[in-house]
């Protein structure tokens, strides 16, 4: 088996896999791999097009016949109050005549390392299977709220602020650019958008799509809220699907988005949206029982440190201390081994390399959620590949929960 970045003109084929393995439609299939390849190049829709060079393949041992491939795409994102890089993964296809023969797994260990080798924090991707990516050093990262709300029970808060729609003609980007901008800080693991990621902005036509963006300003005209919704029907309601984009910046905008979705009450019973673990509106909301509020939690995607010095090196501790991390990475081998962590004022002062006695001992993949934020050092009790040799509190300086949500697939 021979693994390696595709060709120019494999393009192509890449792109009739994902089509194949997501039941997806090719809609350029009538053209040349030539073809594909220009129009790509020419009108890149997805940073994914960007970066088509970042496919990486497995191949039969004559150099052609393409088994398995998945995409590696760059990004970066907010961690600690720093702007880190992270690789998304997607795309992952294997066509089914070559599953099980390890294509996948082979990709992995030639881009693993290669992600470091890149100056890569993190590595991000939406799992088929949790059980098989644990095998390459991710777990579980981000988890998110879904909330079904019924319109009519939700507390009507006055609002001084105005709305634009976005609709042909209305110049509305940076307005929605200044929300997310600072959406999107608030927490760990978030994509920091750039140009590529805003082009919707401008194709954006409600009345010929059905799917409605409106920007909320206050008195100032400061943009404090952004909502993209769409009309569904939802266990037999008609609901206001807010899912895709509920932004805001302050408990203004967040109040301000809900008085608008209360405004179409007549039309529609429900609101659907996600909301990150930490927003909590148990004691927001009067009225929970008889179907007035519903929540589900969901674990939205896996998280991979791939670069562990880098990453503590930006974590954000709680007062001043040390720590010694003893971590085991099998793919990476620069992650392998203690490091010696010193933190003044929440801040790192230096990470070495050390041979004494470990605080803790870590998998990459424990390491991995758990310096990001998923945990409470009171939860590793549950964490079997977690071990702490010290006092509780001095691992909890380093390893606490923090605000966590993604909201961008790859």
């Known amino acids: 088996m021979i693994v390696r970045t595709i060709r120019p003109e494999e393009l192509k084929r890449v792109q009739q896999f994902c089509a194949l393995a997501f039941n997806g439609s090719f809609s350029d299939s009538a053209l040349s791999p030539a073809e594909v390849l220009e129009k790509t190049i020419r009108q890149p829709e997805s940073r994914q097009d960007l970066f088509w060079q970042s496919q990486w393949a497995a191949f039969a041992d004559d150099d052609r016949t393409m088994l398995s491939t998945f995409t590696v795409i760059p990004y970066r994102c907010h961690f600690d109050g720093h702007d880190v890089g992270l690789m998304g993964i997607g795309g992952v296809a294997t066509l089914p005549q070559y599953r099980r023969m390890g294509g996948v797994r082979a990709c992995f260990e030639k881009a693993l390392p290669d992600m470091y080798a ?15 990516y644990r095998k390459f050093g991710y777990e579980l990262g981000c988890d998110r709220m879904l909330y079904k709300l019924r319109l009519s029970a939700l507390p009507r808060m006055e609002v001084s602020g105005s709305f634009d729609l976005l609709e042909p003609g209305a110049a509305l980007e940076a307005d929605i650019r200044a929300v997310e901008g600072i959406w999107q800080r608030r927490y760990n693991l ?13 194709k954006a036509d409600p009345f010929r799509d059905k799917e409605y963006t409106y920007v909320y300003r206050d008195e100032q005209g400061t943009p404090k809220g952004v909502v993209t919704y769409r009309a569904m029907t939802d266990e037999g309601d008609r609901a206001l699907d807010a899912t895709r984009r509920f932004s805001f910046v302050d408990q203004e905008g967040f109040w301000a988005l809900l008085h608008l979705m209360t405004r179409m009450e007549a039309d529609y019973s429900h609101l659907l949206v996600n909301l990150p673990a930490d927003v909590q509106l148990g004691a927001l909301l009067p ?36 720590l010694v991390i003893e971590l085991s990475d099998g793919q990476i081998a620069a992650n392998n081994g203690r490091f010696h962590l010193c933190f003044s004022n929440g801040k790192t002062t230096s990470v070495t390399r050390t041979e004494a006695d470990a605080d803790v001992s870590l998998t990459i993949q424990e390491f991995s959620r758990l310096i990001c ?38």
């Not at 890149?118 to 098989?132: D, E, N, V």
């Not at 994509?191 to 590529?196: A, Q």
Request: charge should be neutral; proline fraction near 4%.
């Open 118 to 132: 890149k100056g890569a924090a993190f590595s991000y991707l939406y799992p088929f299977s949790t059980a098989f």
């Open 190 to 202: 978030m994509i920091l958008d750039g140009d590529i990621e805003y082009q919707w902005v401008a």
């Open 287 to 322: 009225e929970w029982s008889f179907g007035n509020v519903r929540c589900s939690l969901f674990d939205c995607g896996m998280v991979r440190v791939i670069d562990a010095a880098q990453v503590l090196r930006c974590c954000r501790t709680r007062g001043d201390g040390d």
């Open 373 to 410: 934020g998923r945990y409470d050092i009171a939860d590793w009790v549950w964490l079997p590949d977690a071990r702490c040799h010290c006092a509780p509190e001095k691992a909890a300086s380093v390893f606490y929960r923090k605000p966590m949500m993604i909201t961008r697939y790859f």
